[in-house]
């Protein structure tokens, strides 16, 4: 079967390490390097997290065989005392059953208990570990807030005294947008894992909206991508006549029109 058939934590985990790399070159000492380090981190917790999920709680099933076999018990005891006593009857059986209701009944909520019980558990798991993921979305978000393409589309007024630094041209702004654009992308990627292995409509709908989220955060990345290769076509690899190693840095305040960017289709 092909590797490309499903997804690998361990892809995952390389794909993260690299990006961190990816970005440290560029961006040294960034909070967008810092935050990748530790959703790397965090990724290797996961598959050991999954597998905890996806374990049998075995004292809850043997607590569920225990009070079904308790149930099982009653109910033939019942029937014995019915055929005993000479109940030939549907109604002579039902007026033989009601002496035992109560305990049929406390039985019976106690057997369901127990059943979802366990469910309820990995749910909680589940929804614990998205939540985290969500925050970690919503850091990403926080990070490329104040990176406003205005400012190298040239439509920006006058800086005002509290205005963010604009320190980032045009290719750099670019690169760092995609960067988030992927960080976003590999959290998604991340909180699937919980659900791969784990068949439950409100964990599964839990993970639907974090991969919603980070979608509707990535379309807002976008859109800012789109303004500073439109303003800019440098930005985009498609104007520059000199060509810089892939891996270099450009120097802050480089003339967007002189520095090459990498092919818009193979990112650095």
């Not at 045009?170 to 590999?186: F, K, N, P, Q, V």
């Amino acid at each position: 079967m092909s590797r490309l058939t499903a997804l690998d934590t361990q892809r995952v985990q390389e794909t993260l390490a690299t990006l961190r790399l990816r970005i440290e070159d560029r961006f040294p000492r960034s909070g967008l390097a810092e935050l990748v380090g530790q959703i790397h981190v965090l990724s290797k917790e996961v598959e050991e997290q999954v597998d905890a999920i996806v374990r049998p709680h075995l004292g809850i099933r043997l607590a569920a065989t225990v009070v079904s076999l308790l149930i099982v018990a009653v109910l033939a005891v019942v029937a014995s005392q019915v055929h005993a006593g000479g109940a030939s009857t549907w109604v002579e059986l039902a007026q033989g059953l009601e002496a035992s209701t109560s305990e049929l009944v406390y039985l019976g909520a106690g057997f369901i208990l127990l059943v979802t019980w366990e469910t309820r558990i990995k749910r909680r798991r589940v929804i614990k570990a998205v939540s985290r993921l969500r925050e970690l979305a919503h850091v990403v978000d926080m990070l490329q807030l104040t990176k406003d393409p205005d400012g190298v589309a040239g439509v920006s007024h006058k800086a005002a005294p509290h205005s963010p630094r604009r320190e980032l041209d045009a290719w750099e702004l670019g690169r760092y947008l995609d960067y988030c654009s992927e960080t976003l992308s590999l959290i998604a990627k991340l909180g699937f894992f919980y659900v791969a292995r784990f068949d439950d409509p409100e964990a599964t709908n839990a993970v639907n909206q974090l991969e919603d989220l980070t979608n509707g955060l990535s379309r807002k990345i976008w859109q800012k991508i789109m303004i500073v290769r439109s303003a800019n076509p440098a930005a985009a690899g498609s104007g520059p006549t000199r060509a810089i190693p892939r891996d270099a840095k450009p120097s802050l305040g480089t003339a967007p029109a002189t520095v090459a960017a990498p092919p818009a289709s193979e990112p650095a």
